[in-house]
């Protein structure tokens, strides 16, 4: 019996349409991107090996050639993903122009300190002749300190890893975001491949992100446009004891794979990342032979295998950035054979070969495991299966909580690799009195005793200045030291919380007052935490830093996976069961999933956009059988698009998806309510 648990096995057509290019040597994303072009800004929503960044050379350098744009920043989470904007020729493939950045704008290869980086970044915006610098974000964001918002006129600044974006009010690149927009004529082009953050704090302000026009390219789509790899494979792993005593249940060192240990600080780990790397290497094999200059080990395997094998745990400087020249430098599949990483080859890694991807822990954020897994998910040659498997300590739970958990866990990866939110829901509370069936919430839930909001100024603060105003609790003083202090929690959500909201809006009556405090906690603790006793009271109710009942040392990772499910993932109406059974082995669980396969993902993909405009089936049937057909007719065979402006297009292709999944579950027989 395979003791990993393989709950997801999603196949692909591998028709070759995401990696074909065009007469511009564009892939379909790439063109897609490009079609929108003239967009003000512009958000791209793809997964990874999609081709983000060659997408944005060909967006930049016609915003630089024909929309009047003098100067393009490209920012990245860290430099050594900034490899991904080197020079590349696109003449030859077609395109009118080459990406060219100097030596001297290429802040990525710098090995300056912050401040003259930050330097060059103003020099470059006020003085340069040159047109296009790629920088880190924490460099776009000492240099546009130093800057005047008009000084970005008719610049483009493109963000790569959007993610890091946020709407709180303390965000430096939100921040930056928001003055780009509001204070200067500059374009932006943002990319993500994981539009959502694992903190309960959106990207963008919901006025912000309606100026964008999006662009979004999903992992069903990419991956089934492949032409080598043929299906993606998820797995959980339940050891008991040390992880590294079970590691070689797991591991298969004939696959090219990358390893990601847990943090120090996490209960999966032994305290020691170094011993940690020293043991996983023990169990690969025999250190036979060390390339210094490059940082390379070369371990022999017990069947006399030799496999390089690269350390990026190191924090040694000068290794460290060795090891990373070498990686980027890597042009065939012998050059490495297994990465270990604990906070890094993440996001932006671009390893082709890669074909299994091992984490160790629970991960907190779900952004973090969408990322890991689109390191495996790169198409190469003679790479047929991508891997992601997860290492997770038994919890102290029953079979049925560890078989919801992990289906959970499942819809929301599936979910996610769709590029559809399914972290931090944006809940409305009202209590049972308000008066709303006119036009009912999205997410709604009915809180007995709730106060209502009975102002034009209350509702204000609460539909669009809560992150604000959570900025402005989590800042102030005697909070903070309340916090770190041994102040009841009582005592903070009943006096210092109200102080602050008095001090902020000293306009509002002391009921006032009451009732945006009571949404503000409302939503503190569902949207951001979410964290009960065993009767559902919250633990604790310190605003922004929740600490869970059983986070100590005697918890089990494990547990931690069971409390994720119920945190923060906005699943509950994609009642879909996809695991098939569950069986034990070594005191734990093996959890296999129900076959899904890429036409299975395709009615996850329409059961989700079905559930966003709720149309009633009879309706649905009345324009099948009309409007629908005629328009079909008309477009010489055509389906109508969700993702068109047209208002009447986009109720028809509605229409067709009720229809259509209505026919596609009875043919399945998928049951939707286990």
């Not at 009195?433 to 009915?446: G, H, R």
């Not at 069971?562 to 034990?584: G, Y």
């Not at 292709?653 to 009720?658: G, L, P, S």
Request: hydrophobic residues 35%.
């Amino acid at each position: 019996m395979n003791a990993t648990s393989d709950f997801v096995d999603i196949r692909y057509q591998q028709n070759g349409h995401s990696t074909n290019t065009d007469s511009l040597g564009m892939r379909e994303m790439q063109a897609k991107a490009y079609e929108a072009r003239n967009k003000k800004y512009l958000l791209i929503k793809a997964p990874p090996a999609s081709g983000k960044s060659r997408a944005l050379m060909y967006i930049a350098l016609d915003k630089l050639a024909n929309q009047g744009i003098r100067k393009v920043v490209v920012a990245v989470p860290e430099k050594s993903i900034g490899r991904s904007f080197a020079n590349t020729n696109l003449v030859n493939q077609g395109f009118f122009a080459n990406w060219h950045v100097s030596q001297v704008n290429n802040l990525c290869n710098a090995e300056s300190n912050e401040a003259d980086k930050a330097g060059r970044f103003v020099h470059f915006i006020r003085k340069s002749t040159d047109k296009i610098l790629v920088c880190a974000h924490a460099t776009l964001r000492n240099g546009m300190k130093q800057l005047n918002d008009e000084e970005f006129n008719d610049c483009l600044l493109a963000i790569d890893e959007f993610h890091h974006t946020s709407a709180d009010a303390d965000s430096g690149l939100g921040d930056i975001v928001r003055k780009v927009m509001n204070n200067s004529t500059g374009h932006i082009v943002a990319m993500t491949g994981s539009y959502f953050r694992g903190d309960g704090v959106p990207v963008l302000r919901v006025e912000d992100e309606a100026k964008f026009f999006p662009v979004t390219y999903n992992y069903y789509q990419q991956l089934n446009g492949y032409k080598y790899l043929k299906n993606l494979v998820l797995g959980y792993h339940f050891y008991h004891g040390s992880y590294i005593e079970h590691i070689n249940e797991v591991l298969d060192t004939t696959k090219k794979t990358i390893i990601h240990i847990p943090s120090v600080n996490s209960r999966a780990s032994s305290g020691s990342k170094y011993e940690e790397v020293e043991m996983i290497m023990n169990c690969i094999g025999e250190k036979v032979a060390t390339d210094y200059n490059n940082c390379v080990y070369t371990l022999k395997t017990k069947d006399g295998r030799l496999l390089k094998v690269a350390d990026l745990v190191e924090d040694d400087p000068k290794s460290r950035n060795r090891i990373q020249a070498y990686l980027q430098k890597m042009k065939k599949a012998e050059d490495m054979d297994i990465i270990i990483a604990l906070g890094t080859a993440k996001e932006g890694f671009d390893w082709a070969w890669c074909e299994m991807c091992l984490t160790i822990g629970v991960r907190g954020s779900l952004t973090e495991v969408i990322q890991i897994i689109g390191r495996c998910t790169r198409d190469s040659e003679g790479k047929k299966t991508a891997k992601f498997v997860n290492m997770i300590s038994m919890p102290d739970a029953g079979q049925d909580e560890v078989k919801v958990a992990v289906n959970d866990f499942l819809k929301a990866i599936t979910a996610s690799l769709l590029m559809e939110q399914v972290m931090a829901p944006s809940w409305n509370f009202k209590t049972s009195k308000d008066e709303d069936d006119d036009n009912p919430l999205v997410n709604t839930i009915v809180v007995e005793g709730l106060k209502p909001l009975s102002s034009v100024k209350t509702k204000m603060i609460i539909e669009q200045q809560l992150d604000d105003l959570q900025a402005a609790v989590l800042q102030d003083d005697l909070i903070i030291r309340a916090i770190s202090g041994s102040t009841s929690a009582e005592n903070i959500t009943q006096n210092l919380i109200p102080k602050v909201i008095m001090k902020r809006y000293p306009d509002l009556s002391p009921e006032e007052v009451e009732e945006v405090r009571q949404h503000f906690l409302l939503n503190t603790l569902v949207k951001g935490n979410n964290i009960t006793d065993d009767k559902g009271n919250p633990v604790d109710v310190s605003p922004g830093m929740i600490k869970p009942k059983d986070d100590d040392e005697t918890s089990t990772d494990g547990n931690r996976l069971i409390r994720l499910a119920n945190k923060f993932i906005n699943i509950d109406k994609l009642s879909i069961n996809l695991i098939d059974t569950i069986n034990p082995y070594q005191k734990a669980y093996e959890v296999i999933s129900k076959n899904v396969d890429s036409a299975t993902l395709k009615v996850i993909q329409d059961t989700i956009a079905e559930q966003k405009f709720d149309m009633p089936v009879d309706e649905a049937i009345v324009l099948f059988k009309g409007p629908l057909k005629q328009w079909i007719k008309e477009h010489d065979g055509q389906m109508p698009s969700l993702e068109s402006n047209n208002l009447k297009e986009k109720e028809l292709a509605q229409a067709y998806i009720v229809i259509k999944n209505l026919k596609i579950r009875k043919m399945m027989g998928l049951n939707y309510e286990e």
